[in-house]
């Protein structure tokens, strides 16, 4: 699964009282069905060695062990060239500079999308007002993991100037 990766473990063990078990990621515990989380920080695929130790009333014990493997995941980043805001109709060459992504999906935060790498984008404002702008990136990996990330985009209204000419001589 995607990092971060929640486990909650099944125990099948018969005839046992007590139980150890380490997760590979610096966690143990003595629960019959523990849970715990794991993390994958890396641009490949992290597998965990699980080791479960049932022992009996008698002190006899048996392990079995797991492999638990945590997908690489995508980091979503971007770059907007939004400085200083400019006024309208502005138009945004956005700088993807995501890692260990596949494909990619962008909300202009006014209604329209784009699922290219780096998609250019002419924003509008005749509010009167400055406007802003979410623009979210969403990154995916080939594994389906996930990343988002969001930068504002201001955009300053142009001035409706309008001139009358009267009695000129």
């Known amino acids: 699964?995607?990092?971060?990766?929640?486990?909650?473990?099944?125990n099948t063990t018969q005839n046992a009282s007590s139980y150890i078990w380490n997760f590979g990621n610096g966690e143990t515990s003595t629960e019959a069905e523990p849970s715990t989380e794991f993390f994958n920080f890396t641009n490949?695929?992290?597998?965990?060695?699980?080791?479960?130790?049932?022992?009996?009333?008698?002190?006899?014990?048996s392990t079995d062990t797991l492999y638990?493997?945590?997908?690489?995941?995508?980091?979503?980043?971007?770059?907007?060239?939004?400085?200083?805001?400019?006024?309208?109709?502005?138009?945004?060459?956005?700088d993807n500079t995501s890692l260990n992504a596949g494909s990619y999906h962008w909300d202009f935060g006014d209604g329209t999308t784009s699922d290219v790498f780096e998609p250019a984008r002419l924003f509008d404002n005749q509010t009167g007002f400055i406007?802003?702008?979410?623009?979210?990136?969403?990154?995916?990996?080939?594994?389906?993991?996930?990343?988002?990330?969001?930068h504002p985009i201001i955009v300053y209204p142009l001035p409706d100037f309008s001139f009358d000419l009267s009695d000129v001589t």
């Open 68 to 94: 638990v493997t945590v997908y690489a995941g995508a980091l979503a980043a971007f770059n907007d060239n939004n400085t200083p805001p400019g006024c309208a109709p502005f138009q945004i060459q956005f």
């Open 131 to 150: 406007q802003t702008f979410n623009v979210t990136l969403y990154a995916y990996s080939v594994n389906g993991c996930n990343d988002t990330v969001t």
């Open 1 to 10: 699964g995607c990092s971060p990766l929640s486990v909650a473990f099944t």
């Open 44 to 61: 490949s695929d992290s597998t965990y060695v699980i080791t479960c130790t049932a022992y009996n009333v008698f002190g006899c014990g």
